[in-house]
Structure formats: C-alpha cells, structure tokens
C-alpha cells in the first residue's frame, strides 16, 4: 500500500500551499489518512490525520488553526491545505495509511514525499 503525494513547492512566509494524496490500486475511502513531515536533521512527525469518514480529524498543536485536513472519496484522493506557512515548516511531507483509525500506527510504506520550501 502506497500512497502518492504532490502539490509541494516553494512558497513565502505567510504563504499557502495544498497538498495532495492520491492512492493507486485501491480505494482510500476505508481508511484513515494521516499527513506527516520531516525536516532536514529531525525526525518524521505527525501533523494531521483524517478518519475513513471524514468526520474527524486531528492536528499537531503547531499547525492548528492553519492547517486543514480534508477528503474527497469520490476523487480517492486526501488533501492538506497548509496556510501561513513558517520558515521552520520547511519538511518532506508524506501521507499514509493510519492502521485502525487516527489512533493507529502507519501502515504500509512511505512514499516519496513532496517536498515544502518555506523562504523568501
């Protein structure tokens, strides 16, 4: 199971960028989606997770209130609009399949991330 991310790129701070996660070979509907990033030199962390129904959804406390999690089963695909982007968000960022709902742990592997510029 993988999933396919795109709509990185190069944005300015205060910028805004929608990432996209599109599946290949199976439907997404079933499954919880989660959104993670890495930075250069850090570790991978959470950012956002969306249930199978789309009727939760979770976020890290550093992006609430910016970031929105969404889907469109119709389409397969997931979505994170990321608005008033930081210099410090500057990250690979991946999508996966969250085993069990938002709660569980990322099933299947990590794709190729796309990839968030944060600079003026």
């Known amino acids: 199971v993988q999933l396919v991310e795109s709509g990185g790129g190069l944005v300015q701070p205060g910028g805004s960028l929608r990432l996209s996660c599109a599946a290949s070979?199976?439907?997404?509907?079933?499954?919880?989606i989660g959104w993670f990033r890495q930075a250069p030199g850090k570790e991978r962390e959470g950012v956002s997770c969306?249930?199978?129904?789309?009727?939760?959804?979770n976020y890290a406390d550093s992006v609430k209130g910016r970031f929105t999690i969404s889907r469109d089963n119709a389409k397969n695909t997931v979505y994170l609009q990321m608005n008033s982007l930081k210099p410090e968000e500057t990250a690979v960022y991946y999508c996966?399949?969250?085993?069990?709902?938002?709660?569980?742990?990322?099933?299947?592997?990590w794709g190729q991330g796309t990839q968030v510029t944060v600079s003026s």
């Open positions: 996966i399949v969250r085993g069990g709902g938002c709660s569980g742990q990322p099933f299947g592997s």
């Open positions: 070979g199976f439907t997404l509907r079933a499954y919880a």
């Open positions: 969306i249930s199978s129904s789309g009727g939760s959804t």
